[in-house]
């Protein structure tokens, strides 16, 4: 709620604060008002504004209006905190009746007698009335005003600052550089492929000739397919069915390797057993060498393919563990992407090591865990942990300050510690209540002498009296300006 007023050279504003209302709520009805002046109505009940902190934001949202802002409030410390910061301060309404009477009503402002003293009589407060209305005329319509606008020195502050993650903590703690956070977790699959590398000599074409089979036992038929071997272990098998009468001697068979290679071709006399299944009264042997087994290099997957790929898909992994995670989190908050745990529940690879492929795919299912952050917590954090670095003749500007990207220092289970750059635009801190009052009274060419004694200036003071006509001036206004 807010009422205004205006005079000819000012025009005032009151705004009363809900006990709901916030510093974001406040700085919009600054910037709604479109007043030289504002007073601020604060109820004993209201939340906000009861720390040096939030009386120093709300200088600095005054300062971005441009708008002289009177602290209004019963409340002692709060006086004292608004004072700190350069407010002017009223203990009552009672001052502001002139600004509290409905619109388009005729009347004097009357300024608040002390509510402790005893109401005057009838006449007395007539006689007040009318002198105090003088004055306020010849106050607001007679009276110069002076401006003095001062541009104070400004340096660059940038600190690395050290915070630390708890999903343990239930509220920020700026002094020890604590940001409560919060544990989210995801669960997910990966998959891919990837062309298999390894490759071997693989069998291409089977190996033929011919035995010469003996029989020193009863009759007997081998049947086709009947196995035959190696002194390496070779196997051939017999091309056709091969009789062996009793006593049979030189009976010659055809064969052929049962697997294809150039392993297959043997020297004469190398094959020289049967299966196990043939009587051992049937002797073997190969009076020539056999021939025509060939090899190609063909593609088979190793251990090296495996590997691979599963660290490419831990690499993928890692990246959409982030993205999942911090889709989890929800908005105004962030997981640093560097302290993500992801661990493999279950992989799979197909076909295994050894096989004959050009092709080989993957599976994982994984788990990652993270630990979030609201973003507001870890910038109010970063911004107390600045502005309490700077000197007592210094305060921000208006700006605040420019934080930069967070830096993983390291993660200790839920705990994750981290670096973070940070810079403010300190502004030397001025006095304007005391210069105001040491030039009240005073000409401009005294002023001009009395502001050389002013350190932390960067830029010459600006002084303007109006009217033009005036000699000196009792009201003095001093603005701090920013360096051009």
Known sequence: MSTARSTPDLIQELIFLDRDDDLASIKAKLESAGADQVYLAIPASASVLRTPLEFRILARMAHETSTETIIVTSDGDRRRMAHDEGFRTRRSLHSLGHMMRPAGRRGIWLPSLMPELPLPSFAALATALVLIGGLAILNIYILPVMTVRLTPNTETIRRDLNLTIDPGASQSDPQNGVVPGQRVEATFQMNGSAIVQGTKQLGNDKAHGEVVLTNRGASVTLPAGAVVLSK????????????????????????????????????????????ASIPKTVGVTNPLPTSGGTDREGKVVTEDDVAKLRGQLLTKAADQAARQLQANAGDGRTVPPNAVDVKVVSEQFEPGPGADADQLSGKMTLRAVGTAFANKDFDDVVTHMLLDDLRPDLEASPDGPRIGSPEVLGVDGPLIRLRVPATVLAVERIDTRAISTALSGRTVAQARTALQNVDGLAEPPEVDLWPAWANRAYRVQVEVVSPR
């Open 232 to 275: 390496s272990g070779q196997r051939f098998t017999l091309d056709t069915a091969t009789p062996l009468p009793a006593g049979a001697r030189d009976v010659r068979a055809g064969i052929t390797a049962a697997d294809p290679g150039s392993a297959g071709n043997v020297g004469a006399g190398e094959i020289n057993a049967l299966d």
